[in-house]
């Protein structure tokens, strides 16, 4: 029996809106990888994009290591004044999110298109939800389109 690792990971990353930005997280996110994914995707949020989509729908796995760094970009967007949502999320990491109790403090989005219609027509509190009013700058340009592997 072989198992096959992979330390792959790759984030595509778009702006649609000033200080929004959707990153397509591909491959699996585990303790091999899950670092990379914190590390990139802080990277977007706090050089002016606070409200960070996650498209997860190309993951294939998920582990603990990448549920942590899921809820550590959380602290990050909030800390931010931003939003982190997540979007396509496959079955097996729902059920994870929904076992854990996380997707009670994450907002998940069937479609990339909800997650962006639910942050862009208003103001956001720490959660994501309709609240007080942030201010993002548009500045994540530096970050578009640039995988991000280890």
């Known amino acids: 029996m072989t198992t096959d690792v992979t330390d792959?990971?790759?984030?595509?990353?778009?702006?649609?809106?000033?200080?929004?930005?959707?990153?397509?997280v591909a491959g699996d996110v585990d303790?091999?990888?899950?670092?990379?994914?914190?590390?990139d995707a802080s990277m977007i949020i706090e050089q002016g994009c606070p409200h960070l989509v996650l498209d997860l729908s190309q993951v294939g796995f998920c582990d603990s290591a990448g549920l942590s760094a899921l809820i550590g970009l959380w602290h990050?967007?909030?800390a931010e004044g931003?939003?982190?949502g997540l979007a396509n999320v496959p079955d097996r990491l729902m059920?994870?999110?929904?076992?854990?109790?996380v997707d009670t403090v994450l907002p998940v989005h069937a479609t990339t298109a909800e997650a962006l219609t639910t942050m862009t027509t208003g103001p956001f509190d720490?959660?994501?939800?309709?609240?007080?009013?942030?201010h993002a700058s548009d500045d994540?340009?530096?970050?578009?389109?640039?995988?991000?592997?280890?």
């Open 140 to 150: 994540c340009d530096s970050q578009m389109d640039r995988p991000a592997t280890r």
């Open 95 to 101: 059920r994870m999110l929904t076992l854990t109790g």
């Open 76 to 78: 990050t967007a909030q």
């Open 31 to 39: 303790m091999h990888t899950a670092e990379t994914l914190r590390r």
């Open 126 to 134: 720490s959660t994501g939800e309709p609240g007080s009013t942030t």
């Open 8 to 24: 792959a990971l790759q984030l595509t990353v778009q702006q649609p809106h000033p200080g929004l930005a959707i990153a397509t």
């Open 82 to 84: 931003g939003a982190l």
